[in-house]
């Protein structure tokens, strides 16, 4: 590597002469303000603003109200009980993939993330063929007309198999990252494999743990399609601002409920935040192995290999159902097989996937080329304000989707700037939506580089701006198209943030499940669902082959 | 500590140990092949052995964490090769000391009695003679991340012998510390396992710690173990030249026997015969001549002796290391700084002097790599 000889000027010489990438930074911070703070403010003023003048009215009228204060707490318990139990799950899970000797941990593994690439409302769907008025199982095979799913039992376990996934991929990652010497101490020093995981794995797990309830709450706060479909009579507030809005068209208290549910999901996001800084200490060293030894004990070989077997037939029976009612005439009446489902969400919804598919991939290259400037400026420049752009453009993790998306609805719906109706408003709000993870494969791509790298072109004559691209670009590709696929995932499977922004010129297959599931078409909506999940599969499998080996390794 | 706390010694025997480790595609590669060693009640042992040998291997599978496909662990005649880890009461000391992060200083020595659930008062006296007997009594509070890397080490030596174990295993447990530290440190270690009593097995690849250390050293190649023996008998009478090779610097010169007597044979090298003491078996006709380079002096040349120029010459302070060539050989002659008042030149003729009784004799093939 050529010997990066400093020049006169140093960073500002630099800097100076990069201007050509500087001047998207202020279209960045724009873009940032506009369609984050912006939105969000907006949102909020509706809540404290009647008719053009301040108020806590709306804000007094929803605190004092025995109903609202009943729909916080029970967003609240909601929350808590599918973070902690979904804690347990996902942490036994994926301490029996990283610790015990079970056969098949592949497949396993692959059907324990399956949920995580699929629409949340799916789950919701699956349930009800399966344990509803007319389910499957509750009607079909025991015989009992009940609604026990409807309320909070359906709601927990809906979220559970939604979101445990995304907890055990923290703790898989933790479990792996252990320092297994210190595991192999404890056990030379007379610890059985439970005291060895009780005394020594869960105590430096501890911020892991913390930070997979804290994520569990917050997928559960956000969460819109589970409790439209399967709330019942226990209301919690995403479904309640739905309810204002779409059902009573009362902004100022659909406004008030998406501030009152922002709140806590801030406060969580930043304890996360804080913790997740603190498990960093946990995981192993330089000098630490992270080769562990596996448990042979018959007993628990066997207990976990029931435990991971039993929670991946929850999710299969899911899918198969799924399949079951895409497939059939109309599931829980006529089990008559039909192709006629799925050819109507390839005619009918045809117009839906593809837009669908469209917006997600090119606001997936949206989010992550924004990101990968935001995250180029903020670790690579000390240009003021940075970490505020850095700070905003972050929000998007921590505020829920539904609050982000009637955000959207309320500012760009009148001056200065209409959006409705358009692809662009459905565009920007997946972007917004994405916007952290691209900066996140957007750092993490930079951080891969060696900083004599961009040092040694920069003074080989190039600007900032050619630096960015001949040098860096290529390098980062990896990590860029990883957050591509992680973004269009998302994009696809939401139904909070775009539920208020869809229009008939433009739609999208979430939103189409539900009024389908709302009509009672559930042909249709399982055959539709089962089309997300296939080309969200071929996507997250495809992209890697198609681009072979270096990519899949990178991630 | 007192004796009073300690079991008595027990006797490591490892016999025809076969270890691998599986690869991708259900290949293997060997690390430890028919692997023979005891150790007698107390004794301290030390594996030397280049990287990758198999060192770590071999302890690794003495304390129960990896699996073996042959071969029998016995202490004091009981088998341990099928009990799993935590029953083996065998104390290991890391390379890196996987002290627990968490835990202070004094709970982490606290562990293994908290474990067997000894009465708290029980768990504080020997937690407190443990740390006493590794220096370390203030330091109970503390937590690992707060102290210097020796006494780091000093606190995974005392949470492995506060158990009492049968047996206590160390792999390069002073390769972290600087060189000084590391002298001061591993005096302390011989000293505490002494008065302790308890059997120890030591991996190291360093020479002299190995020396000044051990009881008996084994030396490891390639899973094996080359030769077992007393320090001083490991560098004077190796068993192969790779033995000699790994404790030392060594001149393998061919040379031939020449006369037998009773006890003495005559052995001529470089031109030179030399008298030797008779050993019973001794290699012959033609052998392999070692001659550690302070075992040869450099003389004024005259008649009679192996003659050479020197060709390198290089001062090591308190040492100093000649290069000379002797027809078609080079050896290598080390002296001590004060033996010499007038210097020696590069490309000077100097003779050579054998050092009485100070060469040893192999056979030809104990030469080759095996
Ligand atoms: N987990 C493993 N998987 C595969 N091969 C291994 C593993 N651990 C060790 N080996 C191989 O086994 C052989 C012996 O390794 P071992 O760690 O026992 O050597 P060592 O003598 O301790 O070396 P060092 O002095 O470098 O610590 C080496 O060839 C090594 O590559
Ligand atoms: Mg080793």
């Known amino acids: 590597m050529a010997d990066a000889v400093a020049l006169p000027g140093g960073a500002q010489e630099k800097i100076g002469r990069g201007w050509g990438l500087l001047l998207l930074y202020p279209v960045l911070a724009a873009f940032v303000l506009l369609f984050v703070a912006y939105p969000v403010a907006e949102l909020f003023s509706r809540a404290v603003m009647v008719d053009g003048k301040p108020t806590l009215a709306v804000l007094g009228k929803l605190v004092a109200d025995p109903f609202s204060r009943k729909v916080f707490w029970n967003t609240l318990l909601l929350g808590a009980v599918v973070a902690v139990l979904g804690t347990v799950i996902a942490t036994a899970f994926a301490y029996a993939m990283t610790r015990v000797a079970i056969p098949l941990k592949g497949m396993w593994h692959f059907l324990a993330l399956l949920p995580t690439i699929s629409p949340p409302i799916l789950m919701a769907l699956g349930l009800i063929l399966l344990y509803g008025r007319r389910g499957l199982v509750t009607h079909e095979l025991l015989g009992i007309q009940t609604t026990a799913l409807y309320g909070f039992r359906g709601l927990v376990l809906a979220q559970l198999i939604s979101y445990f996934p995304f907890a055990y991929l923290l703790m898989l990652n933790l479990f792996r990252g252990l320092d297994a010497s210190l595991e192999e101490a404890a056990s030379t020093l007379g610890a059985n494999a439970w005291q060895v995981l009780r005394t020594v794995s869960l105590r430096l797990l501890m911020p892991g743990l913390a930070g997979s309830v804290l994520l569990l709450f917050s997928y559960s706060f956000a969460d819109l399609g589970n409790p439209l479909l399967l709330g019942g009579d226990f209301p919690v507030m995403s479904s309640q601002i739905y309810q204002s809005i779409i059902g009573l068209y009362d902004i100022p208290q659909g406004a008030c409920l998406a501030l009152l549910l922002t709140l806590p999901a801030v406060l969580m996001f930043f304890a996360h935040k804080q913790l997740s800084a603190r498990t960093a200490f946990a995981t192993v060293g330089a000098k630490g192995s992270s080769r562990h030894r596996l448990v042979r004990h018959r007993g628990a070989r066997a207990a976990a290999l029931a435990f991971v077997g039993l929670v991946s037939l929850v999710i299969v029976l899911q899918y198969m159902t799924i399949i079951a009612g895409a497939t059939t005439q109309l599931f829980g009446i006529n089990y008559t097989i039909t192709g006629k489902h799925l050819v109507a969400a390839l005619t009918k919804s045809r117009g839906a996937l593809l837009d669908t598919f469209t917006l997600a991939v090119v606001s997936s290259a949206v989010s992550v080329v924004l990101g990968l400037l935001i995250a180029y400026f903020v670790a690579r420049t000390e240009l003021p304000g940075r970490s505020w752009l850095d700070f905003v453009a972050n929000l998007p993790l921590a505020i829920p989707g539904t609050v982000i998306g009637l955000g959207f609805a309320l500012a760009f719906s009148g001056p200065p700037i209409v959006l409705t109706g358009t692809a662009a408003i459905i565009v920007i709000a997946f972007s917004v939506r994405s916007l952290p993870y691209g900066i996140r494969s957007g750092v993490a791509a930079l951080d891969q580089l060696h900083r004599s790298l961009d040092e040694a072109s920069t003074t080989m004559g190039a600007t900032g701006g050619q630096t960015l691209w001949r040098v860096l670009v290529p390098l980062v590709r990896p990590a860029l198209l990883a957050g591509m696929v992680f973004s269009f995932t998302r994009s696809v499977t939401t139904l909070s943030a775009v539920i208020f922004v869809v229009s008939p010129h433009w739609s999208l297959v979430t939103p189409t499940i539900l009024s389908q599931m709302d009509r009672g078409d559930v042909g249709e909506a399982a055959a539709l669902s089962l089309m997300v999940v296939v080309m969200v599969l071929l996507v997250v499998h495809g992209v890697p082959h198609l681009l072979g080996r270096d990519w899949r390794e990178a991630r | ?370």
Do not use: W
Not at chain 2, 127 to 139: D, Y
Not at chain 2, 170 to 177: I, K, M, T, V
């Open chain 2, 1 to 370: 500590m007192t004796t009073a706390h300690t079991t008595p010694a027990k006797e490591l025997r490892i016999s025809r140990l076969d270890k691998s480790y599986a690869m991708s595609r259900g290949r293997s590669v060997p690390a430890v092949r028919d692997f023979n060693l005891t150790l007698a009640p107390g004794e301290f042992v030390t594996l030397l052995g280049p990287s990758g040998c198999g060192k770590t291997s071999v302890l690794r599978t003495l304390a129960g964490l990896e699996d073996f496909e042959a071969g029998e662990i016995l202490l004091d005649g009981r088998s341990i090769a099928r009990l799993p880890a935590h029953q083996r009461r065998i104390g290991l000391v890391f390379q890196n000391y996987a002290l627990f992060p968490h835990m202070s200083v004094f709970e982490n020595v606290a562990y293994s009695l908290r474990l067997r659930r000894e009465p708290d008062r029980q768990v504080r006296a020997d937690v407190a003679h443990a740390l006493e007997a590794v220096g370390l009594s203030e330091f109970g509070p503390r937590l690992p991340g707060q102290l210097s890397g020796g006494q780091q080490q000093r606190v995974a030596v005392a949470r492995a012998l506060v158990m009492k174990p049968d047996l206590l295993l160390f792999d390069e447990p002073l390769s972290n510390l600087d060189a000084k530290l590391r002298v001061q440190v591993r005096a302390e270690l011989r000293r505490l396992q002494k008065s302790l009593g308890t059997t120890a097995l030591y991996v190291t690849h360093d020479q002299d710690e190995a020396m000044s250390l051990s009881d008996r050293i084994a030396v490891m190649r390639a899973g094996r173990v080359e030769q077992v023996d007393a320090p001083e008998a490991i560098y004077a009478r190796p068993a192969t030249l790779f033995v000699a090779g790994f404790v030392g610097k060594v001149n393998a010169l061919p040379g031939r026997i020449v006369a037998r007597g009773a006890d003495a044979v005559t052995v001529e090298t470089l031109g030179h015969r030399l008298e030797q003491p008779a050993v019973p078996g001794a290699p012959g006709p033609d052998v392999l001549v070692l001659a550690r380079p302070e075992a040869l002096q450099l003389v004024e040349p005259g008649p009679g002796m192996p003659t050479g120029t020197v060709e390198m010459i290089e001062y090591l302070g308190d040492r100093t290391e000649y290069r000379v060539r002797v027809g078609s050989t080079q050896v290598t002659v080390i002296e001590t700084a004060l033996a010499r008042h007038r210097r020696i030149a590069e490309g000077e003729p100097v003779g050579l002097a054998f050092v009485a009784r100070a060469i040893h004799l192999l056979p030809p093939e104990a030469g080759t790599p095996s």
